[in-house]
């Protein structure tokens, strides 16, 4: 059951750096690079569900740090269940 809460902890830190990754790489690289791109087909169908929900202030996307504390909210509670359950 270790290795199992390890492995969740391992998905949640991963898409973590991932989102924060996005967010930088959109700040200095084209649209259209391969690594943006990348990283972009991994996060952005994370981010339309917020993003329908919240709309951007001002031209500024809150929908990344949403993301992040929702990720981080997933990782509590399921790491929670999976201790309480060994």
Do not use: C, K, Y
Request: proline letters at 7%; a negative charge.
């Amino acid at each position: 059951m270790g290795l199992i809460i390890e492995i969740v902890g391992f998905v949640f830190t991963f898409l973590w750096i991932v989102v924060l990754a996005d967010v930088i790489v959109s700040w200095v690289l084209d649209p259209f690079h391969p690594v943006r791109s990348f990283l972009d087909s991994i996060v952005q169908p994370m981010l339309a569900p917020i993003r329908r929900l919240i709309p951007s202030i001002n031209g500024i996307d809150l929908s990344p740090l949403l993301l992040l504390i929702v990720l981080n909210i997933a990782q509590r509670l399921i790491v929670g269940l999976l201790v309480s359950a060994i």
